[in-house]
């Protein structure tokens, strides 16, 4: 990862034609340690290194990924980016592509109270085994497991416009979840959220997650579930835990409001998106209550960093004011297209991926009322916590969402517990019934780290900070509307 | 290579697992292509056993002194490791060949400018059908060497090559795909014919009522569907009590005429006969006339529940236990086009999108249909509908089914599904969407 290396390649993309060209060396290093049923599944760590270069020619980016790093390896990766690129300009009907309009020189590090690689590996170890043992509240729990999860990635951007940004992300999780199975029905309970605590940071994140603190609970939980009645079917109003809160924003604002979608660059796959652009100032797309934005400057959230992979600085931006839908996640050549600027939602999964818009931070701001509060004036509601199931259609409109848990809401006051909860809804008409955002003292950086988008698919770790909310008259146990269960 | 790094390991045991890929792939989108991208890598990982304890490392770099680290990191891990009594010694096994044309020196070989002109007759039919289209064409290699320190060496090399077009008009949209290990066999103008011929067909969609319908799933739909029935059939599902079969193997779950099978030789979805440990993988009968026969083993499952290793590890570390990747769904005798004739009032539905699993044990799982879902009233198609949510248990649907007699590979790397199209009776959609 040397200036040397990253000259070379963009002299050798220079004189095969390319009017830009950049560079992303990473080296990256990750961790997992699985505790099953008493067992280390998995006891892993990996490294990797090497690079990718996009070359723009004639409107069309090409890009060529590398681990590589002799001389005849570095020439060899410039040289097929520009062929790639030349050969996507002989077919393009317009050019898209165009060089970044600024240039970055600088550092960031994800601040990191406790180095993970400073926890000795039986530390680690013990900590999971602990926990993964507190979950186990009697013989029904047939699964127990315990993870962490560890990130450290080294990265530097070379651009031929003269930027260089070199970034240390350090990302962090951990979780447990115990699977109890009983006459014929599995039930899943699962801590912290529906898919462990995951934020931006060193250990300090692992220990917040206070796994073994909380493992009994979750184990007796998951068999509590087992035992309680099914979730009903009809139209209630609903309470969402700030996880699933996290989770709904993600899958209804965060990828419909992914500018690549809504102009079709994921229509194969991930879909298109119903936030057109002709509605930006205009869509009522929630309630006045509704406030979600881009913050890729989020303490702890997993987006987080100072430049993202194609060196736009970071910052604060809307996507939507009071229930408007005023913004959208954007790269240089979306951005472009409709007028604006970037606001540097780009990111790569690894060297060996090419930038593409992803979420990043996405955060429903908090309202006012304290999370207690939410149940006060519902007669007949269900609270659902922990997704289990997650579906939305190709342009983010009609979803289905189930949870591990959920109490039934009677006059105000939480009671007994429910198993098997599903809920559906289109988005704008859902996001239209919020009529409460709990306030900040129950606000939450929920990390996902599991995000794919694109082809070739890429992983992107992204964070949506929420609070509890509830939502009026919404259908709930379509999920089971079969006859099943 | 890895030869030497099994020499120079101090662990009891020690596995030794390269992998190297070249994957590329060209993204299309308003006849612009918007993502042209290729990897070149390699990735080594070295699992080592002391005494029933487990570390596992891995590293792309190839020098001597990252590899001397990987057994280090490898070895170190696995002293911390808490001790599994139910580890079992690494297999060792005599893998068969591959199968023929799992390996296609012309894909492995594409240029960009052979991917551009795939592109460019997917453009040239969109821009004839006034329409606009997404989608990619893309090819790649890949090669695999797992040796271990009892004895196991195995080596293989396999190809990929796709088109997947999505057309799009005003008020529809429609889409095909093609996967071959060759890439000369891809004929992407008639892949982008077939998406046109949806597209326009599923025009001026109407709305239908969710609930049970007759539906007609083409090969794409049902390989979807059947992905999340996939996990069921491992031993480890199947020994933790989540699988649907968990209360017994030899018994009748399914109708008289499904068989299903895991099979890495099918002649539409050549793959690698061994896993991931090296043991050579056996085309295993999941199964036959509606009863459960098998589920899929690796050396660790095999052991513990004292069945024979079937061969279906996946890369260590392995939290998922051995799973089946290449899932073949025996035909039935009826062409597609007769299981429509048949059909007085039902659903043609092209593709899912975005499954779910809702129920675990009842296999009960969500999903949008998309790009091409068809009212079909005495027996012909009749035009399209707009897209609706379904709510279905895998099982119930798989009692109540008929085959097509043409099997399509659905599925490309990795996770690959030969399958004919299923005709299903009471298949429950819950909701519409607005297109």
């Known amino acids: 990862m040397s200036d040397a290396s990253a000259a070379r390649i963009l002299d050798t993309a220079a004189a095969r034609g390319a009017e830009y060209a950049d560079v992303r060396f990473e080296s990256a290093r990750s961790e997992r340690i699985e505790v099953r049923n008493g067992v280390v599944a998995a006891l892993a760590d990996a490294a990797s290194t090497g690079y990718g270069v996009r070359a723009l020619i004639d409107g069309a980016w090409g890009f060529a990924a590398s681990d590589d790093q002799s001389d005849a390896g570095l020439d060899a990766a410039a040289a097929r980016a520009c062929a790639i690129a030349r050969a996507g300009a002989s077919i393009a009907r317009r050019r898209v592509g165009s060089p970044p309009p600024l240039s970055y020189v600088a550092e960031y590090a994800t601040p990191v109270q406790r180095e993970p690689s400073s926890v000795p590996l039986g530390e680690r170890v013990a900590l999971l085994l602990d926990a993964e043992r507190g979950l186990h509240a009697d013989a029904r729990i047939a699964v127990g497991r315990a993870w962490i999860d560890l990130w450290d990635s080294r990265k530097t951007l070379f651009g031929s416009n003269g930027t260089r940004v070199t970034q240390r992300i350090v990302q962090s999780g951990s979780g447990v979840q115990a699977m109890a199975v009983d006459a014929g029905d599995a039930q899943t309970r699962t801590y912290p959220g529906d898919i462990g605590l995951y934020q931006s940071g060193g250990w300090e994140i692992v220990e917040k997650a206070a796994l073994s603190e909380n493992a009994q609970r979750i184990g007796e939980e998951a068999l509590a579930v087992l035992r309680a009645p099914q979730c009903p079917s009809g139209t209630f109003d609903l309470v969402l835990g700030g996880s699933q809160v996290s989770l709904q924003i993600h899958e209804s604002c965060g990828h419909p409001a992914e500018l690549d979608r809504v102009m079709g660059w994921e229509a194969n796959f991930s879909g298109t998106s119903f936030l057109e652009i002709d509605q930006l100032d205009r869509l009522q797309y929630g309630s006045p209550q509704v406030t979600i934005v881009i913050d890729n400057t989020l303490p702890l959230g997993m987006a987080t960093c100072a430049y993202d992979d194609e060196g736009t600085k970071t910052g604060v931006s809307d996507v939507i004011r009071n229930g408007i839908l005023v913004g959208y996640e954007m790269s240089n050549d979306t951005a472009r297209e409709i007028g604006r600027e970037s606001n540097a939602c780009v990111r790569a999964q690894s060297w060996a991926f090419t930038p593409m818009i992803r979420m990043c931070n996405l955060n429903l701001l908090p309202g006012s009322v304290p999370f207690e509060h939410l149940f006060d004036d519902v007669r007949d509601g269900v609270y659902m916590e922990s997704n289990r199931s997650w579906s939305i259609d190709d342009r983010r409109l009609n979803f289905q969402f189930g949870c591990e848990i959920a109490w039934e809401i009677k006059n105000g006051k939480r009671g007994r517990m429910l198993k098997n909860p599903t809920y559906a809804g289109m988005t704008p008409p859902f996001w239209n019934s919020c009529d409460a955002v709990a306030d900040a003292r129950s606000w939450f950086a929920w990390g996902t780290p599991n995000c794919g988008k694109g082809e070739p698919m890429q992983v992107g770790r992204t964070t949506q900070a929420a609070a509890p909310a509830r939502f009026r008259n919404v259908a709930v146990g379509v999920g089971y509307a079969g006859g099943h269960g | ?435």
């Open chain 2, 1 to 435: 290579m890895a030869r030497a790094i099994l020499e120079r390991s101090p662990a009891e045991q020690t596995e030794v697992l390269i992998g190297q890929s070249d994957d590329t792939l060209t993204r299309f989108t308003h006849q612009i292509s918007n993502q042209n991208v290729a990897a070149l890598g390699a990735q080594i990982t070295v699992r080592a056993i002391l005494a029933g304890r487990t570390g596992v490392a891995s590293t792309n770099s190839v020098d001597e002194d990252a590899l001397r680290a990987l057994v280090e990191r490898a070895v170190a891990m696995a002293r911390l490791a808490p001790k599994d009594p139910l580890q079992p010694p690494l297999p060792v096994g005599k893998p068969a060949p591959a199968p023929p044309n799992a390996y296609v020196e012309a894909t492995a070989r594409a240029s960009p400018e052979r991917r551009a002109q795939l592109c460019k007759a997917v453009f040239s039919a969109a821009e004839r059908a006034d329409c606009w289209c997404a989608g990619y064409a893309s090819t790649a290699s890949s090669a695999y060497t797992i040796a271990n320190s009892n004895g196991a060496l195995a080596s293989f090399e396999g190809t990929d090559a796709a088109v997947n077009v999505k057309m799009i008009g005003t008020d529809s949209s429609g889409w095909a795909e093609e996967h071959t290990t060759d890439v000369a066999r891809i004929d992407a103008a008639a892949v982008a014919a077939r998406a046109v011929g949806k597209r326009l067909r599923g025009a001026a969609p109407r709305s239908v009522e969710p609930g049970p319908w007759c539906v007609i799933l083409e090969p794409a739909a049902f390989g979807e569907l059947l992905a999340y029935l996939a996990g069921h059939f491992s031993a480890q599902s199947y020994d933790e009590g989540s699988s649907f079969c968990s209360e017994g193997l030899e018994r009748r779950y399914f109708g008289e005429n499904v068989s299903m099978f895991d099979d890495y030789a099918h002649p539409l979805a050549p793959g690698m006969p061994f896993d991931f440990e090296g043991f050579p993988t056996q085309r295993l009968p999941l199964v036959e006339h509606g009863v459960v026969r098998n589920v899929v083993t690796d050396s660790y499952y095999a052991h513990k529940l004292d069945r024979e290793n079937t061969g279906h590890a996946l890369p260590a570390p392995n939290s998922y236990g051995p799973q089946p990747l290449h899932l073949v769904v025996a035909p039935g005798t009826a062409r597609l086009e007769e299981l429509i004739a048949g059909t007085a009032r039902g659903l043609l539905v092209t593709r899912f999108w975005y499954i779910r699993t809702v129920d675990q044990k009842q296999a009960i799982v969500t999903g949008m249909t998309r790009d091409g879902t068809f009212l079909v009233e005495h027996g012909r198609v009749v035009g399209g509908v707009r897209n609706l949510r379904f709510n279905q248990s895998i099982l119930e649907a798989l009692r109540a089914c008929e085959f097509s007699s043409e099997q399509v590979r659905t599925a490309g790397y990795g996770f690959s599904t030969v399958v004919p199209a299923a005709k299903i009776d009471g298949f429950t959609f819950t909701s519409a969407t607005e297109f």
